[in-house]
């Protein structure tokens, strides 16, 4: 068991500037969600995947944003046209089937938009 | 719809010496569950502690204890014999046991742990 993994660490980008993120859940767990996080705030839900399907969409999660797992194993986090706004930090999390509400995070992503 | 409120922004405590941090809740669903999140310096989140709202009894982890009041919706931590490496933003969490798959945090609660 290797835990979440995300790539990058970090990231800074110029605003207006696509930025991708990546995650690799635990290998056994079939459910992956991304979170941000800005400073002095609990993380925020954004989105959820069971296998390759997206399954649940905060509001949060603008037209900007994308996300998949194409193939049920790894996901990607993609912003489009970035804004200062969107600085924070970006978590995974991963949980299995039969304990769905015991996520395991990663290191998360931070994002700096100039 | 969750909401999860840390009334306390920041503590400390002195080194081996036990402190309770607070945290109230709202749910409408019958069945759910509760956490306690550590977060260090390193901002990996790192799990402290489960409670599941059918059981009465309060779950432990070693140092790690809740006192969960259902009626109330409270969920406070203990941590007993603090140590430096409890130094962390505590956050409280909740999670529905149906229809939605979110976490809701509260905003934390930053503890010192003074040697």
């Known amino acids: 068991d290797t835990g979440v993994s995300q790539d990058p660490r970090h990231k800074i980008t110029k605003r207006g500037q696509n930025v991708t993120f990546r995650c690799d859940p635990i290998s056994e767990h079939n459910r992956l969600y991304w979170y941000r996080q800005t400073l002095g705030q609990g993380p925020e839900f954004l989105t959820y995947?069971?296998?390759?399907?997206?399954?649940?969409k905060s509001r949060l999660l603008s037209d900007r944003f994308s996300a998949e797992r194409p193939k049920g194993s790894f996901s990607t986090l993609e912003i489009q046209r970035t804004e200062q706004g969107d600085s924070a930090m970006y978590l995974c999390a991963s949980s299995s089937d039969r304990e769905g509400e015991k996520l395991f995070f990663g290191s998360g992503t931070q994002l700096s938009v100039l | 719809a969750q909401t999860v409120t840390q009334s306390q922004p920041e503590m400390s405590v002195q080194e081996a010496e036990t402190v309770t941090l607070s945290c109230t809740y709202d749910?409408?669903?019958?069945?759910?569950?509760l956490f306690w999140y550590k977060q260090p310096p390193s901002r990996q989140m790192i799990l402290v502690i489960r409670q599941e709202a059918y059981k009465q009894q309060n779950a432990t982890e070693n140092r790690f204890s809740v006192n969960f009041q259902k009626a109330a919706k409270s969920f406070s931590l203990k941590i007993s014999d603090s140590q430096l490496g409890d130094t962390a933003m505590y956050f409280c969490?909740?999670?529905?046991?149906?229809?939605?798959?979110?976490?809701?945090f509260g905003k934390g609660t930053k503890l010192s742990v003074i040697p």
């Open positions: 749910t409408s669903e019958s069945n759910y569950y």
């Open positions: 969490a909740s999670f529905p046991g149906a229809g939605s798959y979110q976490l809701t």
């Open positions: 995947f069971q296998n390759e399907a997206q399954l649940e």
